[in-house]
């Protein structure tokens, strides 16, 4: 949400806390709103999508020998196969997560669309045997390394390889991010640790999973929302302008030498 909208929304709620008219819907507020909506533009920053092919490369540029490797990979790929946000991955406990033989069920006590901790599962798949990027696999990997036994999942490690007792926070997230992408060489490509969850949906959506099957991972509740995303994997699907269809054919051979 643009901080314009978060100042507008803060404003509005406190007039109610404090029992007292907003002022939000007057005449001279909505003036104001709509002056800086002009000179400054409404349109929101998205994190690009990370898709399958993107995290796999990833995943092959991070040396999961390493305890650290261990716990970035598994952060990553679940992050991928699950849709969360940060703040969601970062608040994981061992005790929300049930193993099954088809993978894992993952309980969030709370997020951003679920404030009262109403019961929330989300369902990992476990890959089959010998494919290298298992988002279940790299997790048990990582819990069995580390001797993580219960309590939070993702945790700090100190530069002599200690492990920390708390959770990661989302600004970690984004630093073990932006180093392993210049890792790769993908430093340029834009995304953030919530490109992880646009790139599941965009994924899903590509290889023609239906909506509410998407959303029973991501867990949107608002269709607009939602929509966002599958507009913007849909922007280049059959294009009106798409005029290329058959064109090597009809050119000459010496153009495509």
């Known amino acids: 949400m643009p901080w314009r909208l978060r100042s507008f ?3 509005h709620m406190w007039h109610r806390y404090m029992n007292l008219p907003s002022p939000v819907k ?3 507020v909505r003036a104001v709103m709509r002056g800086i909506r002009r000179s400054a533009g409404t349109r929101q920053k998205e994190a690009p999508p990370l898709l399958l092919e993107d995290l796999h490369y990833l995943l092959d540029h991070i040396d999961r020998t390493d305890l650290r490797g261990k716990r970035d990979s598994a952060l990553f790929a679940l992050s991928f196969h699950g849709a969360f946000r940060r703040s ?3 608040a994981l406990y061992l005790e929300d997560i049930q193993w099954e033989a088809r993978g894992i069920l993952v309980g969030l006590r709370r997020s951003k669309t679920n404030q009262e901790g109403a019961e929330e599962t989300k369902a990992i798949l476990r890959a089959p045997d010998g494919f290298p990027y298992c988002p279940v696999r790299m997790l048990e990997a990582w819990l069995a390394a ?8 993702f945790r700090s490690i100190s530069l002599s390889g200690k492990l920390g007792a708390g959770r990661l926070t989302g ?8 180093h392993h992408l210049v890792a790769a060489g993908m430093a340029d490509r834009g995304f953030s640790p919530h490109s992880f969850r646009a790139g599941f949906i965009t994924e899903a959506h590509r290889r023609g999973k239906e909506a509410v099957d998407i959303k029973r991972v991501s867990g949107h509740r608002s269709q607009s929302t939602f929509e966002r995303y599958i507009r913007r994997s849909d922007a280049f699907e059959d294009h009106a302008g798409d005029f290329y269809g058959g064109v090597e054919e009809a050119l000459p051979w010496v153009y495509w030498r």
């Open 171 to 178: 600004g970690v997230v984004a630093q073990r991010l932006a």
């Open 88 to 90: 969601e991955v970062v």
């Open 26 to 28: 007057s005449m001279p």
């Open 146 to 153: 580390s001797g993580i036994w219960r309590g939070a999942v």
């Open 9 to 11: 929304c803060s404003l």
